[in-house]
């Protein structure tokens, strides 16, 4: 079902940054049908929605987390990646990169899933 | 932002019958929800979009409905593999948001 490659540690010291990229698969990440996306879920909890890119650089975050979240584009590296700063052990969570398709905001496509595990 | 509230948070049936899954949004959605299937260690699946729409590849024993603020997810017959946990998720208002999730168990 992963059609997405995250990579990026499973461990963040507080008050440190977050940061994963994902790989998206072949050109893509150039085209104007997708949106490219960060969503995480707490253990055992249901998903919360990060943000977007969009491949022209518009970004659009979660008010909840936009003070704290980044998101950017490469695509010489077909990338794009996701940085939150100040993290505390609230933030500990698996975060999938998604991206939707032409029909509109649903997630047709998934990386596999990494747990961050904020701690000392 | 819109909350989705989804109903039973758990539903034990056996393999044959019939699952009913409800998602109730705090507004209205129009037609823009997607329900979405999560098996254990795995990412998200998606099934129906638009309320109603069938993603590529999922089985006719998937069907949605409703508009709104009052959406079901319909499983004819359960099959082994559909014992999983069901999200709703809408993309009518920013930010996008999901429900807490429905946990379809074996009875």
């Known amino acids: 079902q992963a059609q997405l490659q995250q990579s990026g540690p499973g461990l963040v010291k507080p008050s440190q940054t977050l940061s994963l990229t994902c790989t998206v698969p072949g050109g893509s990440i150039r085209s104007g049908d997708y949106y490219w996306s960060w969503i995480r879920q707490h253990p055992g909890k249901g998903l919360e929605w990060i943000g977007y890119?969009?491949?022209?650089?518009?970004?659009y975050y979660n008010p909840s987390l936009q003070s704290r979240v980044s998101i950017s584009v490469d695509m010489s590296k077909n990338q794009f990646s996701l940085k939150l700063t100040s993290v505390t052990a609230a933030d500990t969570a698996v975060y999938y990169c998604?991206?939707?398709?032409?029909?509109?905001?649903?997630?047709?496509?998934w990386g596999q899933g990494t747990l961050v595990t904020v701690s000392s | 932002e819109i909350v989705l509230t989804q109903s039973p948070a758990t539903l034990s049936l056996s393999p044959g019958e019939r699952a009913t899954l409800s998602c109730r949004a705090s507004q209205s959605v129009s037609s823009y929800l997607a329900w979405y299937q999560q098996k254990p260690g795995q990412a998200p699946r998606l099934l129906i979009y638009?309320?109603?729409s069938r993603a590529t590849g999922i089985p006719d024993r998937f069907s949605g409905s409703g508009s709104g603020t009052d959406f079901t997810l319909t499983i004819s017959s359960l099959e082994p593999e559909d014992f999983a946990v069901y999200y709703c998720?809408?993309?009518?208002?920013?930010?996008?948001?999901f429900g807490g999730g429905t946990k379809v168990e074996i009875k």
């Open positions: 890119i969009y491949y022209s650089g518009s970004t």
């Open positions: 998604a991206s939707t398709d032409s029909i509109g905001f649903y997630y047709f496509y």
């Open positions: 998720q809408q993309r009518s208002n920013w930010p996008l948001t």
């Open positions: 638009d309320a109603s």
